[in-house]
């Protein structure tokens, strides 16, 4: 029952400070697991793993709630998710095999790394940047993709 009350204030919390800030849950909700599974009394080796693996699983429920929603309103270009989806997908099994075989340190400084990226990116990015006027083609989407895909399954950001 504790473990059921932990995550959903877990849950809340990640979605009240998402919403307010605008950041995905991954962002807030894999420290709060961290300490979760901590208070649980899961091995430390296991926590971040633990905490990772879980927001992932919202992402994928979540992620397919989305896209039904945006889809009834017209707003997914199927096109992109064809084109980008196998590259996203196969960058995430590899992520996933990585964060199997690394410590847990090691996956919360991935975690940390990304955080403090995103970070600067709200604070000093402007909407306006624009990397390119097109999506990459070719050898570079797949490398973004599957770029993109790894440090999802690494951080547990669903972006």
Same mark, same amino acid.
């Given at each position: 029952m504790f473990?059921?009350? +932990?995550l959903a204030l877990a849950g809340l919390g990640a %979605? &009240?400070?998402g919403g307010?800030? @605008?950041v995905g849950g991954g962002l807030l909700m894999v420290p709060a697991l961290v300490?979760? &599974?901590g208070a649980l009394g899961a091995a430390p080796a296991a926590r971040a793993h633990l905490a990772v693996g879980t927001s992932l699983a919202v992402v !994928?429920?979540?992620s397919f709630r989305s896209l039904s929603a945006h889809r009834k309103s %017209? +707003?997914?270009d @199927?096109? !992109?998710?064809?084109d980008w989806g196998p590259w996203v997908a196969l960058g995430g099994a590899a992520g996933a095999g990585i964060a199997g075989q690394v410590s847990g340190a090691a996956l919360l400084g991935v975690f940390a790394l990304a955080a403090l990226v995103l970070s600067a990116q709200f604070a000093f990015g402007d909407p306006k940047w624009r990397v390119g006027a097109h999506l990459p083609r070719g050898g570079l989407r797949a490398g973004l993709g599957a770029g993109l895909g790894a440090l999802s399954a690494l951080t547990g950001f669903g972006g």
């Amino acid at each position: 029952m504790f473990l059921i009350l +932990a995550l959903a204030l877990a849950g809340l919390g990640a %979605g &009240f400070l998402g919403g307010l800030f @605008g950041v995905g849950g991954g962002l807030l909700m894999v420290p709060a697991l961290v300490y979760v &599974f901590g208070a649980l009394g899961a091995a430390p080796a296991a926590r971040a793993h633990l905490a990772v693996g879980t927001s992932l699983a919202v992402v !994928v429920v979540t992620s397919f709630r989305s896209l039904s929603a945006h889809r009834k309103s %017209g +707003a997914v270009d @199927g096109q !992109v998710l064809r084109d980008w989806g196998p590259w996203v997908a196969l960058g995430g099994a590899a992520g996933a095999g990585i964060a199997g075989q690394v410590s847990g340190a090691a996956l919360l400084g991935v975690f940390a790394l990304a955080a403090l990226v995103l970070s600067a990116q709200f604070a000093f990015g402007d909407p306006k940047w624009r990397v390119g006027a097109h999506l990459p083609r070719g050898g570079l989407r797949a490398g973004l993709g599957a770029g993109l895909g790894a440090l999802s399954a690494l951080t547990g950001f669903g972006g």
